[in-house]
């Protein structure tokens, strides 16, 4: 059986060799899926726009100009633009400028709880009063935003949001997270 330091050290040893694997990893073929755009003058990285006549994958801007060159064409052949874009959809985050200029209710703005929200809401909901609890990354607002029936008491219920290193979420209105 080996120390503890010994595996540690073992461990450390096998990362690294992962890491030199990874550097050493040949580079995806122009024109593949997010890696260099297919077009021969062009090094833009991240190609997700696929061309259905080449059948290579296109920075955005070569995939526009593409798509203007051959938009009769493309119309008639496959029934759409010949470059279509095949990144997922970025997921909208709630925004504090989203919400001002929504004129509602921050928790009826943040209805699709849980959600990704920006530092602005995440600090309003901290700094908007002094907050509840503010713990770990964790924090809950100092205005209860509603009450459940309990029993015979009403359990305050706090809007509550969590950092995950330098993002935002919005998890919902929530029972108060306990200090002890
Ligand atoms: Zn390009």
Known sequence: MKS??????DHIKNEQAIKRQSADAPKPAKGSCNAECNRKACSNPNATFFNFSTHKYYCRSCAMQINEYN?????????HALCIDTSPRQPRIKTLKGWE????????????????????IFMHIGEAVAPYFCAGDFVQCGEPDTHLEWGLELMPLRMTAVQQGERYFYLGVLPEFSNE
């Not at 938009?71 to 029934?79: D, I, P, V």
């Open 71 to 79: 938009n009769a064409e493309a119309l008639e052949l496959f029934g």
């Open 4 to 9: 503890a330091a010994g595996q540690f050290r």
């Open 101 to 120: 200029e929504s004129g509602l209710d921050l928790s009826k703005y943040l209805m699709a709880a849980p959600c990704e929200i920006d530092e602005g």
